[in-house]
């Protein structure tokens, strides 16, 4: 009797543990996989200067079949040309299409400024003013030049004579506006 309970709890634990299995294992524990379902993961991205690395997996099992390797692109290169401006200097080269990296050939310094000048005079009553604009980017600066010239008034002259009341007026020989009073 005590062999028969122990051969039963021998079936109850093998038994127990085939259903362990069958839950927890993979299907290739039970089954040969066929591997015919597969994708490629790449493990390191190819480029330019660095070759790349990729293996081919089976979806179901999960099994690394093959490593593959990619050898490095190298770079495609385009001619690049960079027109100087005012303030940034300009280069001609070469530089990959697909990564950037450039090589400069030839360099072209920056062209600085070329401004026009214009002079406004002073007013009565404002000062002059002297403005600059480049020709070639539009960049302006300006600055005022001495004080404004105020007003150079002519002699007092005798307008006209009402009721004993005697009114007179100058006028400034710059802008030509006329001052009264009254005396």
């Given amino acids: ?27 290739s524990v039970f089954a040969k996989c066929s591997h015919k379902n ?6 390191k991205e190819v480029t330019c200067t660095r070759n790349g690395k ?16 990619v050898k490095k692109l190298g770079h495609t290169y385009k001619h690049i040309y960079i027109k100087p401006t005012c303030n940034n200097r300009g280069w001609e080269g070469t530089m990959c299409k697909r990564c950037g990296y450039s090589v400069a050939e030839k360099s072209y310094p920056a062209l600085g400024h070329n401004y026009k000048t214009t002079v406004y005079k002073g007013t009565c009553n404002t000062p002059g003013v002297t403005v600059k604009v ?7 600066k300006s600055y005022s030049t001495g004080k404004a010239l105020g007003h150079k008034w ?23 506006k006329t001052k009264y009073k009254n005396n």
């Fill in 1 to 27: 009797m005590k062999k028969a309970t122990t051969i039963r709890k021998l079936i109850t634990l093998s038994l127990c543990l085939m259903m362990c299995l069958s839950v927890f294992a993979p299907a």
């Fill in 38 to 43: 597969t994708k490629l993961v790449v493990l």
């Fill in 54 to 69: 990729c293996v081919k997996v089976c979806i179901k099992c999960g099994k690394n079949l093959k490593t593959c390797s």
């Fill in 134 to 140: 480049c020709k070639r980017c539009g960049d302006k």
């Fill in 154 to 176: 002519g002699k007092w002259q005798l307008v006209s004579i009402n009721g004993g009341k005697a009114r007179y007026s100058r006028t400034c020989s710059r802008c030509h």
